[in-house]
């Protein structure tokens, strides 16, 4: 190998290092690297934000890593709940550092990169020129993100500590310090009896109760919906108008207005049957009759949105379809089965979904109607209509009991969560095969 040759290795190997020079200079400083690179505005940017975030935040990181150790030392002055605020936040204040520290190691070693290569590094006005034109749809959204950061992520965060403290009536700050139990909450809840027969029995009507309130609402809906948009019927929009109405009146007004009238001695529904020599049924004591009250209360107020919605869709099918179907001899069952039944679920399938999600944590109609009464013997803080989500708010604000609490939103969470990314995967609302073809 001659001197020139091995001149041009040796000038290859030391020109291709720069990239990790200047990876390993911005990993001990962030902006070392991109001073080397010179990008000396960069730089002294990252430079800011270093200092900023070591010696500017010393006693916000010391009390964060406190936090995650201990919930307060002197009884009377720390607050435990505070202290698990704060060191939340600062344990999501972390991370978005981290976040920038490794994006300034990436930045750096990428123009160092282009030097080895024998490219020039972008210069002040270049960089800026390159955020606008790629990173305007970040800049767009990152108000969003730290607003949703910030009233859902570090509420659901929070939550999800509290599921695993003791944090109740007799362990409450600043008299008391909340302590970590681990897991033996969720071991209360699924093993411990009286916990176990409430949970079972709460979380089985919770499900039926999606389910009943969800599929009665629309079925109403769906049929109320094909009588009136039949050609034949007359003043069907007099009709739609009176049926809406429902939905106008507030849900609130309605709800509390039918605990009137399924009052078991003087409510209008008993005396009604009682004209037809039945009853009186006791609608708001027996836990049966609560149920199915409370099912037809949901009726009442949720079919009208579920009738306007399948109205839209109805009007939209085109009746090519319909005629084409009766060319070949259908009867008016098998269209609406193979027809109209398929395209109004390929329409509201996501809307459904989101309805069942909606119903699973329907907190209104159960605690207005009857505070989800009546009582149980055996069950723990629950009624004979209680689901989920007013059991966790009896457990919060009538029983402070916030860990079970908040242990049992985190399973409602999972639930929910789990349910809606499942069935939005596997619908055909989100999938590109054309239902009219």
Same mark, same amino acid.
């Given at each position: ?122 210069? =002040? ?60 909450? +969720? ?24 389910? &009943? ?48 009238? +399924? ?88 809307? =459904? ?6 119903? +699973? ?6 605690? &207005? ?44 969470? =999972? =639930? ?22």
């Amino acid at each position: 190998m001659t001197p020139q040759t091995n001149a041009v290795s040796k000038n290859i190997t030391v020109t291709g290092t720069k990239r990790y020079i200047a990876a390993i200079l911005s990993a001990i400083c962030m902006g070392f690297g991109q001073i080397f690179n010179g990008q000396f505005v960069k730089g002294i940017v990252y430079i800011i934000i270093y200092i900023f975030a070591i010696i500017s935040g010393l006693d916000f990181w010391k009390y964060s890593y406190w936090g995650l150790t201990t919930m307060g030392e002197t009884p009377g002055k720390d607050h435990s709940l505070v202290i698990m605020i704060e060191s939340l936040v600062g344990v999501v204040l972390f991370l978005i550092v981290l976040g920038i520290y490794i994006l300034n190691i990436i930045d750096a070693y990428k123009n160092g990169k282009l030097r080895d290569q024998g490219y020039r590094v972008p210069g =002040i006005k270049q960089t800026i020129k390159n955020v606008v034109d790629q990173g305007y749809a970040l800049a767009y959204l990152s108000p969003g993100m730290i607003f949703l950061i910030l009233v859902t992520l570090i509420p659901l965060l929070f939550t999800t500590l509290i599921a695993f403290t003791n944090y109740d009536l007799y362990h409450s700050p600043p008299a008391k310090f909340i302590e970590w139990v681990g897991f033996n909450n +969720f071991k209360m809840i699924w093993s411990f009896g009286g916990w176990k027969r409430t949970l079972t029995y709460v979380f089985s009507w919770t499900v039926v109760w999606t389910v &009943l309130s969800t599929v009665s609402t629309f079925g109403l809906g769906l049929f109320v919906a094909l009588i009136l948009n039949q050609k034949d019927i007359k003043g069907s929009k007099i009709f739609r108008t009176i049926l809406i109405l429902p939905w106008a009146v507030p849900a609130l007004v309605s709800i509390l207005i039918f605990t009137g009238l +399924f009052n078991t001695n003087f409510g209008p529904i008993n005396d009604l049957l009682a004209f037809f020599h039945l009853g009186p049924v006791r609608w708001l004591e027996d836990p049966t009759w609560a149920k199915i009250a409370v099912l037809l209360v949901n009726l009442w107020v949720g079919f009208p949105f579920q009738m306007a919605l399948c109205t839209g869709i109805l009007q939209s099918i085109p009746q090519d379809i319909y005629e084409a179907a009766m060319v070949d001899g259908a009867s008016p069952f098998q269209k609406f089965f193979k027809i109209t039944l398929p395209l109004v679920l390929y329409s509201t399938a996501p809307l =459904i979904i989101m309805q069942m999600s909606y119903n +699973f944590n329907n907190f209104n109609v159960i605690y &207005l109607f009857n505070q989800g009464k009546p009582p149980i013997i055996g069950l723990r803080d629950a009624g004979g209509t209680d689901i989920l989500i007013s059991w966790v708010f009896k457990l919060t604000l009538d029983k402070l009991k916030y860990n079970y609490a908040a242990a049992l939103s985190l399973i409602i969470f =999972i =639930i929910v969560a789990g349910f809606s990314i499942y069935n939005f995967r596997r619908t055909r609302s989100f999938q590109e095969e054309d239902m009219l073809q």
